[in-house]
């Protein structure tokens, strides 16, 4: 499997890429030298291992500027020539290799074959002191010997025993119970004569026997005369599955469009459909605007376009190794063009499409005959779209990406002024592919409106039944990998709406701290480990006032709530001046009017969010405090994407105030009685003049009645 060195990367299993829907059987190839082989004599385990690691190699992939991208494992076969999968080079423009136990680094030079069908890529290296490993073709059989070798991050030189436990011959593959761990990936998958019968490949599901090797007969048909860069292996690598940023066997993908209009009767936005003729809202399902569906290999075969466009459906055929051969473009008057494409053609056409850590220029002449840049667009390292520039019309356009690459945030500048920005939260499947996304807007000119719902799209999506072909194996989706406390991630949101007004809600994922601090000036000691044992959603930014006035309006559950007490006034400013009482029924009146359980924050919930992974003092490097509240969203947010944990107002939290204890805690809240309530955030003052950051630890205690006018809060709801 090709381990990722970005933290904010999720293992795909590489199965899925390329291992199903294959129509020829393994090519059969004999010669005299594999019947000298097979009359060799079997070798002891170790025996196996010395010849193995003497072609064993470590491949690390990079990007342009030279930052690695992922660790896996491949063998050198020939003199100068190492196998691989072919997935290892997603996205690199570079690499180098490793022998085992060794730190010396040979580049690699030159890929040499690419089998894209069966995830298979040669490549060159010239120098390194290898003895590689003889190739097997001859048909393996059921119950044979195996052994597979890789490189796990941590754990080079991995070797395992196994048997073969199936031979699949319809997709391509055998299937063997030799462990494959994250990393080996490439690795060779040797007989008991240390002869090479396939290339190894991930396991179909993590923690599942299902382990598979792609045939060695196939690597010799990859031994093409190529001499391309590494840049062509990135781009080759890519399906167009993966550059629709999309995870697991997906099939079809049908997307539906509705505009959210606002209500002046139900004081609501609402989902409608905006007629062109017209220019009016109409109330009805989602438009449909497009269907693509994909192949077992991750290929797209299928593009049907329902609305606004100038064709109507595009179809892609493939050879036999994974690259196009024929498309044929349909209009919506029902004529075909069909184009037929040659090897070079599908690879130029693949390699045209190589969007990532770079940046492309739109170029023209003016009437001197001199060379300007139009247009700039700048992609990141994950191919995603993160600046647009049209240098004529002083227009720009900046993206920001979670770790999936969905689009998160949208902001549209005119002559470096901000003209709108939009926000992105997303429902997703249990494939960790977002079935709905909602767009908020805002407009500088009403910025006491903040973010309000504009659109939102909907995905349909189907996925490829694996028993079809694996009659005896289960599939199970992938799980989404847990957030290490240590990684930068976009955790998964959603909106709640209220009253026409969004809250948008950010899940945190369950893990460990250590709360407090070693500061004793401080008075939060002594530092204990907390376990945080259930994910759970928070507030992206503190109430604002516009919240605060939707959820007032909701009938009263206990106590009254004044409508608009905040000192500072402003919609998109976080409300102040409310006691905990009040905090606690606006809690209540949501919870009730939604069905869903909404709370203030424990305190350890209300550190653990702040902290998102970090262990200082504060959360990263974040803004210069202001004298008095701001909007919220406006400074740097911490690596949860939650905003203002660092000034702005205290936030409330439910704890009552009291000691901590020095003994490891799960879940913890607090004191059963008290006569404080505990605060979180906010600002201090140096020496009573000068406002500083409150730090993650740091909190004050107050009597639940009390207000002020840097005093709001922060919503919690328990993730069912």
């Not at 097979?38 to 193995?52: C, G």
């Not at 926000?423 to 009403?446: A, H, L, M, V």
């Not at 879940?667 to 000068?690: A, E, I, K, Q």
Request: hydrophobic share 30%; charged share 25%; with cysteine.
């Amino acid at each position: 499997m090709l381990l990722l060195h970005s933290s904010r990367s999720r293992m795909v299993p590489a199965f899925l890429l390329f291992v199903i829907s294959l129509s020829t059987g393994v090519p059969a190839q004999h010669s005299r030298q594999e019947s000298q082989n097979a009359s060799q004599r079997e070798l002891s385990s170790r025996e196996v291992f010395q010849k193995v690691s003497k072609a064993l190699v470590l491949i690390v992939t990079q990007d342009k500027e030279g930052q690695p991208i992922a660790q896996a494992s491949g063998f050198f076969f020939k003199d100068g020539l190492v196998a691989t999968n072919l997935h290892v080079f997603k996205r690199a423009s570079q690499g180098y290799i490793k022998l085992l136990n060794s730190e010396t680094t040979y580049n690699i030079e030159a890929i040499t074959g690419i089998n894209r069908r069966h995830d298979l890529c040669v490549f060159r290296v010239n120098g390194a002191p290898a003895v590689p490993l003889s190739i097997h073709t001859i048909k393996s059989s059921v119950g044979d010997d195996v052994y597979a070798a890789g490189n796990p991050k941590g754990l080079e030189g991995t070797f395992s025993k196994g048997i073969i436990s199936s031979i699949r011959s319809e997709q391509g593959l055998i299937q063997i119970d030799a462990a494959i761990s994250s990393g080996s990936s490439g690795g060779p998958v040797v007989n008991s004569r240390a002869e090479v019968i396939g290339v190894a490949v991930s396991s179909l599901v993590n923690g599942q026997n299902l382990n598979f090797a792609v045939p060695a007969a196939y690597l010799q048909a990859t031994l093409q005369n190529w001499n391309a860069s590494i840049d062509v292996a990135g781009a080759l690598s890519l399906t167009d599955r993966d550059q629709g940023k999309l995870q697991g066997p997906v099939r079809r993908v049908i997307t539906s469009h509705t505009a959210y209009m606002y209500n002046q009767q139900t004081d609501k936005y609402e989902e409608a459909n905006l007629n062109i003729q017209t220019r009016q809202f109409i109330k009805g399902p989602p438009e449909l605007l497009k269907s693509i569906s994909y192949n077992y290999e991750g290929n797209q075969i299928e593009q049907v376009n329902y609305k606004d466009s100038v064709f109507r459906k595009i179809e892609k055929e493939y050879d036999e190794e994974g690259f196009i051969s024929r498309g044929t473009i349909t209009d919506n008057a029902g004529k075909q063009t069909v184009t037929e494409f040659t090897k070079r053609e599908s690879i130029n056409l693949k390699f045209s499409n190589r969007n990532y850590s770079t940046t492309s220029k739109l170029e023209y002449k003016d009437a001197s005959g001199n060379i300007h840049t139009g247009i700039s667009t700048t992609y990141d390292r994950d191919g995603n779209e993160i600046e647009y520039i049209h240098h004529v019309k002083g227009e720009r356009i900046t993206r920001r990406f979670d770790s999936d690459g969905n689009e998160i945030e949208e902001s549209v500048y005119k002559n470096d002024k901000l003209e709108e920005s939009y926000r992105y939260t997303y429902e997703f499947d249990k494939f960790g592919n977002w079935t709905k996304q909602i767009c908020t807007s805002y407009n500088p000119k009403f910025s006491d409106l903040g973010y309000t719902p504009f659109e939102a799209m909907y995905r349909e999506i189907t996925y490829h039944n694996f028993d079809e072909f694996f009659a005896k194996d289960k599939f199970q989706p992938p799980v989404r990998k847990p957030v290490a406390m240590q990684e930068n991630v976009n955790t998964q949101g959603y909106i709640e709406s209220i009253n026409g007004v969004g809250i948008e809600m950010v899940r945190v994922p369950a893990g460990k701290f250590l709360m407090g601090s070693s500061d004793e000036a401080l008075n939060k000691h002594p530092q204990h480990e907390v376990t945080i044992s259930r994910s759970f959603y928070i507030g992206k930014y503190e109430v604002t006032q516009a919240q605060w006035k939707a959820v007032a309006r909701l009938p009263k559950v206990k106590i009254d709530l004044n409508a608009d007490p905040s000192y500072f006034k402003g919609n998109n400013l976080p409300v102040e001046q409310v006691s905990w009482d009040e905090a606690v029924e606006f809690c209540e009146r949501l919870s009730k009017a939604t069905g869903k359980t909404f709370r203030l924050p424990t305190e350890a919930e209300w550190e653990y969010a702040c902290r998102a992974g970090t262990s200082g003092m504060y959360a990263g490097n974040l803004d210069e405090p202001d004298f008095k509240t701001h909007p919220v969203g406006q400074k740097k947010p911490n690596s949860f994407g939650l905003y203002d944990m660092h000034g702005n107002v205290w936030e409330w939290c439910a704890d009552w105030g009291g000691d901590y204890s020095s003994e490891a805690q799960t879940d913890p809240t607090g004191p059963s009685t008290g006569s404080y309530r505990v605060l979180h955030g906010g600002l201090g003052f140096n020496n009573y003049t000068v406002p500083i950051l409150v730090g993650c630890a740091d909190c004050e205690w107050l009597r639940p009645s009390e207000r002020s006018s840097l005093l709001g809060f922060r919503l919690v709801r328990t993730y069912n």
